[in-house]
């Protein structure tokens, strides 16, 4: 089955230009860049070995091999497609530690270093923990961290969330650390919020405006309904546990027999909902 493609990223795939993707996670930065590859070779505006690829992790690094080589493979009926992945061993897709690895090695003899080093993985993690260990004592008092700890132990948040984090996405080249990437996803998932509340602001006023006269279950429904204002409110002070339960309690109502036009779009509805 084909991946839908909205507008804003068939234009990141097709445009001719340097081009930023910003995203949140699961939205489909990786589809996206695995059809710009694709379109790239098809247009003939650069050969596999030309591409290069990278990402932050091994594990992202493997999927993005094996995605593009199969969605190559899907269209080996195509000449060119079929001699690019014929010679798809030379495709650069890797780690940007692997990257750069191999650059110093190609070059080791200018850096004055022997060409048979290898990645310290061991200190990497050594540092991951350090790093983990410094902004958890530091954010001790966070309510966020407090709930985190309850849950799965010190121990767990430390060596088994923050550490192996800081393994994957912190980079001695850039001054990056855990502060900054819990802001930014704190702001990315207000966002979200604001834009789910919005639409289920919408979703209740579209109940409200509903003929309710002909099921009890309806107009049970619109009197235990909470206004737009009192939505916002909840969101606003990150109630969430009741804006849950609220959202529970409507999701639970059964229309019954859909008989008429308000009780269909009150199923309607109900299936957004959901």
């Known amino acids: 089955m084909k991946e839908k493609i909205?507008?804003?990223?068939?234009?990141?795939i097709n445009i001719n230009e340097n081009v930023v993707v910003s995203a949140g996670a699961g939205s489909g930065k990786t589809s996206v860049l695995v059809k710009r590859y694709i379109r790239l070779i098809r247009e003939q505006k650069a050969t596999i070995e030309e591409i290069l690829t990278l990402t932050f992790t091994r594990k992202a690094a493997a999927e993005m091999y094996e995605r593009i080589y199969s969605l190559l493979s899907e269209e080996k009926t195509e000449i060119l497609i079929n001699?690019?992945?014929?010679?798809?061993?030379?495709?650069?897709?890797?780690?940007?530690?692997?990257?750069?690895?191999?650059?110093?090695?190609?070059?080791?003899?200018r850096f004055g270093?022997?060409?048979?080093?290898?990645l310290d993985d061991e200190e990497a993690a050594r540092i991951a923990?350090?790093?983990?260990?410094?902004?958890?004592i530091e954010n001790r008092e966070d309510r966020i961290m407090q709930?985190?700890?309850?849950?799965?132990?010190?121990?767990?948040?430390?060596k088994e969330f923050f550490?192996?984090?800081?393994?994957?996405?912190?980079?001695?080249?850039?001054?990056e650390d855990f502060s900054r990437m819990y802001e930014r996803q704190i702001r990315e998932l207000k966002g979200l919020l604001e834009k789910g509340t919005g639409r289920l602001g919408d979703i209740f006023y579209r109940i409200r405006t509903l003929d309710s006269s002909s099921s009890s279950t309806?107009?049970?429904?619109?009197?235990?309904?909470?206004?737009?204002?009192?939505?916002?409110g909840l969101a606003k002070n990150e109630n969430y546990s009741e804006l849950k339960q609220t959202l529970k309690r409507i999701k639970t109502r059964k229309p019954?027999?859909?008989?008429?036009?308000?009780?269909?779009?009150?199923?309607?509805?109900l299936d957004e909902l959901k």
Do not use: M
Request: glycine share 4%; proline share 4%; net charge negative.
């Open 218 to 232: 309806l107009q049970d429904t619109l009197n235990s309904l909470p206004s737009e204002d009192e939505i916002a």
């Open 163 to 175: 550490s192996p984090l800081g393994s994957e996405y912190l980079h001695i080249a850039r001054s």
């Open 129 to 136: 923990q350090e790093v983990s260990l410094k902004f958890i």
């Open 6 to 12: 909205d507008e804003a990223q068939l234009k990141a």
């Open 147 to 158: 709930k985190l700890i309850s849950s799965i132990g010190f121990e767990g948040v430390w």
């Open 113 to 118: 270093v022997p060409s048979d080093f290898s």
């Open 256 to 269: 019954g027999r859909v008989n008429s036009p308000g009780l269909l779009q009150f199923k309607e509805c």
């Open 83 to 109: 001699k690019q992945l014929t010679e798809f061993e030379k495709a650069h897709i890797s780690t940007i530690d692997s990257f750069c690895a191999d650059i110093v090695r190609n070059c080791s003899h």
